[in-house]
């Protein structure tokens, strides 16, 4: 029944402190940024991503609403629980570090635990919806039916590469790789010619600007590319693409 009791207990929390200040961090595309919560919890958000929390947390929880993707290293407090609420999706945590991915505009919201121990939820209350993770496991929760998918391990560098300047692909198609960039260097990406195959691209970059990671993936993939402002030119030769 603790899904239902963190619903409730939800609820009640975020009634009692509606006359609370609440504060509002947001990154745009290109900009990350650390934060540092009062009960020294540190939360590192990525770029188009925005955190909200009231400005002081309540007695028996600590509650903080992400929209888009953030790692959170969380201070113990064993009388206050700590909750992510991302959409449709409740992450709880006591003192743990974890990583929550729920963009707006993607199918998919994906919570990753690096230390401790989540239980995560659906936030209706849903009696089936709780999920235990452990260090090095992942659940995603897929929007348009509502369910979660299996526990699975996953790679470090991955999920949480982004907040120390790692850029990371794995198996990537051609849509997954331009979102990715755009949010990464506040750029817009334009493909001219489309490759004839479907890309599936896996390498990952530290710390380089856009011009030397585009080299070396148009290097592997085939393709040229032009760089204007914030616009890019992708150009697909497609002679050799594989």
Not at 82 to 93: C, M
Not at 175 to 182: C, G, H, M, N, P
């Amino acid at each position: 029944c603790s899904a239902l009791v963190i619903y409730v207990q939800l609820n009640q929390e975020a009634s009692e402190q509606t006359n609370l200040l609440l504060v509002t961090k947001s990154n745009t595309v290109g900009r990350k940024s650390e934060i540092h919560l009062k009960d020294g919890t540190v939360v590192n958000l990525n770029s188009e991503s925005e955190l909200s929390y009231h400005e002081v947390f309540s007695d028996t929880a600590r509650i903080v609403w992400l929209d888009g993707e953030a790692f959170f290293d969380v201070v113990k407090d064993p009388t206050r629980p700590f909750y992510v609420i991302s959409q449709n999706v409740v992450v709880k945590a006591l003192g743990t570090s974890f990583n929550v991915s729920g963009y707006s505009d993607s199918d998919q919201l994906r919570i990753s635990l690096a230390t401790g121990k989540v239980l995560v939820s659906d936030n209706k209350g849903k009696l089936s919806s709780e999920i235990i993770l452990l260090p090095g496991q992942e659940v995603f929760y897929q929007k348009d039916n509502q369910t979660f998918s299996p526990v699975v391990n996953f790679e470090s560098n991955e999920v949480e590469g982004w907040k120390d300047g790692l850029l990371f692909f794995e198996k990537a198609d051609l849509e997954e790789i331009i979102v990715t960039l755009e949010r990464w260097y506040g750029v817009e990406i334009q493909v001219i010619s489309h490759p004839n195959i479907k890309m599936n691209y896996t390498g990952q970059f530290k710390s380089q600007n856009l011009k030397n990671v585009l080299m070396s993936m148009g290097f592997v993939n085939n393709f040229e590319f032009e760089i204007n402002n914030k616009n890019v030119l992708l150009n697909f030769k497609n002679e050799t693409y594989e």
